[in-house]
T-cell receptor
Framework: GDSVTQMEGPVTLSEEAFLTINCTYT??????LFWYVQYPGEGLQLLLK?????DKGSNKGFEATYRKETTSFHLEKGSVQVSDSAVYFC?????????????FGQGTILTVHP | AAGVIQSPRHLIKEKRETATLKCYPI?????VYWYQQGPGQDPQFLIS???????DKGSIPDRFSAQQFSDYHSELNMSSLELGDSALYFC?????????????FGSGTRLTVV
């Protein structure tokens, strides 16, 4: 079945540091890939997405590139801010009979210190 | 812009009681998804509805049932509650029955079973 694996967390960084959160996946066919962010006490917000190989999703300074050859979708940001502290989830949707269902990774807690 | 509305935000129930969670999708969205997120866990897909018909089913216990009504809102009914049902329950909505563009989550209902 489909699965998503994220790097072990939590991640603690100083402001303006470079961020990478690794994500790899296993899926049938050609899934769509997503990063969601969850701030404390809030729902999941779509951060960025990519729907085919070599697509780059980007939003609010975050980027991720759909790498079919390595089945990866790593999240990066060049300079993090304290306001980026949240939980980040990598997810996929593989379509087919699970049309629309999202499979999530285990989440990575990011804490950014001033 | 209108978002996905969930009610109630918080709910406390005793073991063996029944709970009903409600979800109001974004206007014109015809697809609703329910997820369960345990403490420190990633969201797990429960069930989805497209045009008022069940479209997919995940790890939803038999004690739970759900439906989507003619106005597209959805209700998740949970009976014989157990301590392990304590979790954050998210509803999400999309248009056209897929997550190709990512879908929008509500802020969730936090259910505590005591």
């Amino acid at each position: 079945g489909d699965s998503v694996t994220q790097m072990e967390g939590p991640v603690t960084l100083s402001e303006e540091a470079f961020l990478t959160i690794n994500c790899t996946y296993t899926a049938t066919g050609y899934p769509s890939l997503f990063w969601y962010v969850q701030y404390p006490g809030e729902g999941l917000q779509l951060l960025l997405k990519a729907t085919k190989a070599d697509d780059k999703g980007s939003n609010k300074g975050f980027e991720a590139t759909y790498r079919k050859e390595t089945t990866s979708f790593h999240l990066e940001k060049g300079s993090v801010q304290v306001s980026d502290s949240a939980v980040y989830f990598c997810a996929l949707s593989s379509g087919g009979t699970s049309y629309g269902k999202l499979t999530f990774g285990q989440g990575t807690i990011l804490t950014v210190h001033p | 812009a209108a978002g996905v509305i969930q009610s109630p935000r918080h709910l406390i129930k005793e073991k063996r009681e029944t709970a009903t969670l409600k979800c109001y999708p974004i206007p014109r969205h015809d697809t609703v998804y329910w997820y369960q997120q345990g403490p420190g866990q990633d969201p797990q897909f429960l069930i989805s509805f497209y045009e008022k018909m069940q479209s997919d089913k995940g790890s939803i216990p038999d004690r739970f049932s759900a439906q989507q009504f003619s106005d597209y809102h959805s209700e998740l009914n949970m009976s014989s509650l157990e301590l392990g049902d304590s979790a954050l329950y998210f509803c999400a909505s999309s248009l056209g029955g897929d997550s190709f563009y990512g879908y929008t989550f509500g802020s969730g209902t936090r259910l505590t079973v005591v």
